[in-house]
Structures are given as structure tokens and as C-alpha cells.
């Protein structure tokens, strides 16, 4: 991915208009057209390069250039934060997208329009996942739209943090509902499509705290420890229909959801990690793109990306 001032020189490229736009922020701005921009010309070398040298290379070369061509991706709560990271990652290795969002629709409409530039196809898809007749409605109308169901993202997640003197039963049940059990929804939604195909890829988007606990977030490691131990077992169930199950752990990444961290407590946790700095979305999506794409010997994991704040 190109990055600003780096490789290309993006930002000698001709933007007429730009300093006549009412932008407060300029540097910013231009760093987000930088970045867009960027990630276009990254697609469509890629394409281009792929296409042309088709008749040149061997099979396996080619699908080493477009690794997820005709293949289905949907990602679920994938209009911002990481999902969206998630969703533009595997478009750019040619994947078909649904996007799934709850609340987001501008977002995730967005994104499709964004997607679709690239050269993708992509479908926005409003659904709330924590429950079971949404989710399982979501991953149907996937598999109606494009027929297949190659790749599911188990990404939305919620927080809802408090120390157990105070944590009552709805905030329990909402993270266990959206983080856990809508797991359980699409993922038995979509194993007879992907049975059916004899090929799939599950990744469930953990967390270090579902592995080291955390003050004041019992519900939420509950949930994440939740999706690891049901990660391995679904991995033993389905690795006969070649379909694999993975979780990937984050540690702390600079989303929406850390954001709601209040400053000071954003400083005490940057001083525990030992890389001393939060993860970036487009991190978690590369190990996300890569157990997609290249992963067909990993299964029952879980991958942690989390700066090395639990070992
Ligand atoms: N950020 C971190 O530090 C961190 C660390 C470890 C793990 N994680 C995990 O990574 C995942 C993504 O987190 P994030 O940081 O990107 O969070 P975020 O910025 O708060 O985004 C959360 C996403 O989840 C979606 N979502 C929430 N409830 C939903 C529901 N009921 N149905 C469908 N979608 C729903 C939201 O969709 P709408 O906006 O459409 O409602 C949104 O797209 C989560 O599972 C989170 O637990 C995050």
C-alpha cells in the first residue's frame, strides 16, 4: 500500500481544484485524496498487470496476482473501523464484497461506491447481527446475490464497559449477542454454501482480551474468549469440507471503539504495549487478506496483532 511521500509522488499530482476548496485542514485532506488515490493506481496495476500477463504465466502465478477472483467475501460490520480496512483489503485481491453494517448506512453505502471505483462489485447490506433471523437473512441474501459465500468476516463488535459492580444484565447480553452469538448465526448460515462449494474461509475478529481478561470488560472477554473457543471447534467440525476457521486477536487499534476510551486511560494502556503504539486498522486486514487468500493450511487458530501487549 502506498503511504504518503512514499514511492509514487502522489502529491505532485495535479489537483486543480484543491486549493480553492474551503478545507481548514489542508495537510489532512490531502493526505486522505494521497491515500485514495494510491490505493486506485495500487488496484489497478495489479489488474492491468494480471490481465496482460496472463498468457505469459503459469495458472498458479495468475492466482497469485488475483487471489480472490469469483470469490465472495462478506464482512460483517464492515462500514468503518476495521471491517471497512477488512472490506477494501480483500476487494483489492478481487473479491466481490458484501458489506454488512448496522447503523452505518451512509458508510457502508459509501464504501460500495468506493469498491465499485476499484473495478469490484459490492453489495451494501443492512442487518443487525446480534440477532439470529438477521444475521441468517444477511448471509441468504449473499448467497442469492452472487451465488456463493467464499469468505465470512465475523468482525461487528461492541463494547460495553464496566467493572461487574455495575455491569447489569442488558449490558451482558448486548456484547454476548453481537459479539458471540451472531458468530454462531452467519457462520451455521453459511457452512451448507460453503459445504456445498467444498471451500471456505471463516475469520473471527477476537481480541487479546478474550485471552488475558481486562478490568472493567468481563462481557466483552467473555465474548472474545467465546469466538476462540468456538473458532477451534468449528475448525475441527468443518476442516473435512475444506473449509477453515481462524480468529485473529487485535490488541488496541486506533477505531471508533478505542477512541471511547477516555484520554487519560489511552495513555496508561500506550505505556503497557511494548511497541508503544496502537495498531492500525490496515494491519489487522492484511493478516485478514492473507488467511483468505494464502491460508488454506491454517486452521483453528488464533493470530495475535496486538504490539506484543499479551505474549
Ligand atoms: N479497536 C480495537 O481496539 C479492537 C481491539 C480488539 C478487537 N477489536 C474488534 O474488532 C472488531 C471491529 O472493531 P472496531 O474497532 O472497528 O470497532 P468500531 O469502529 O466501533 O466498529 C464496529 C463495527 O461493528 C458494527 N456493528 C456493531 N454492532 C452491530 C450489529 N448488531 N450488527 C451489525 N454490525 C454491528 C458497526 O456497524 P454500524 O456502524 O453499522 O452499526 C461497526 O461497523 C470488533 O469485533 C472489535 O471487538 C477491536
Redesign the pocket.
Known amino acids: 500500500m502506498f503511504e504518503q511521500g512514499e514511492g509514487i509522488v502522489l502529491s505532485r499530482l495535479p489537483f486543480p481544484l484543491f486549493s480553492e476548496l474551503p478545507i481548514l485542514n489542508r495537510a489532512t485532506a490531502r493526505a486522505k485524496v494521497n491515500k485514495v488515490s494510491g490505493r486506485v493506481l495500487l488496484y489497478i496495476c495489479r489488474k492491468w498487470i494480471a490481465v496482460f500477463l496472463k498468457p505469459y504465466i503459469t495458472e498458479g502465478e495468475y492466482r497469485l496476482m488475483r487471489r480472490l477472483d469469483n470469490q465472495v467475501a462478506l464482512v ?9 480496512e477488512i472490506a477494501l483489503a480483500l476487494a483489492g485481491l478481487g473479491a466481490k464484497l458484501a458489506v ?6 451512509e ?2 453505502n459509501a464504501l460500495a461506491e468506493q469498491i465499485k471505483l476499484f473495478g469490484s462489485e459490492c453489495l451494501a447490506v443492512q ?5 439470529s433471523d438477521q444475521a441468517r437473512g444477511l448471509v441468504g441474501t449473499v448467497v442469492e446475490h452472487y451465488g456463493r459465500v467464499d469468505v465470512l468476516v465475523n ?5 460495553r464497559d464496566k467493572s461487574l459492580k455495575s455491569l447489569t444484565d442488558e449490558d451482558w447480553q448486548s456484547v454476548i449477542h ?2 458471540l452469538n ?1 458468530v454462531f448465526y452467519t457462520t451455521s448460515a453459511a457452512c451448507p454454501t460453503m459445504m456445498e462449494q467444498g471451500y471456505g474461509r471463516i475469520i473471527n ?5 478474550g485471552q488475558a481478561g481486562n478490568f472493567g470488560q468481563s462481557n ?1 472477554a467473555a465474548s ?1 474468549g467465546g469466538m476462540i473457543a468456538f473458532t477451534k471447534s468449528a475448525a475441527l467440525e468443518l476442516a473435512k469440507y475444506n473449509i477453515t476457521v481462524n480468529a485473529v ?10 477512541a471511547m476510551v477516555p484520554e487519560a486511560i489511552q495513555e496508561k494502556l500506550l505505556a503497557k504495549i511494548p511497541l508503544r503504539r ?2 492500525e ?1 490496515r494491519e ?1 486486514a492484511e493478516t485478514v487478506a492473507f488467511l483468505a487468500s494464502e491460508g488454506g493450511y491454517i486452521t483453528g487458530q488464533q493470530i495475535n496483532i496486538n504490539g506484543g501487549i499479551y505474549m
Request: glycine share 14%.
Open positions: 460483517t460490520g464492515g462500514a468503518r473501523g476495521i471491517g471497512k454488512n453494517y448496522n447503523r452505518s448506512a458508510a457502508a442487518a443487525d447481527v446480534s440477532r468482525n461487528a463488535g461492541i463494547t453481537t459479539n451472531s475478529i477476537s481480541s487479546f482480551v466483552y472474545k486477536a487485535p490488541g488496541f487499534t486506533s477505531t471508533e471503539m478505542l496502537f495498531g486498522p489487522i
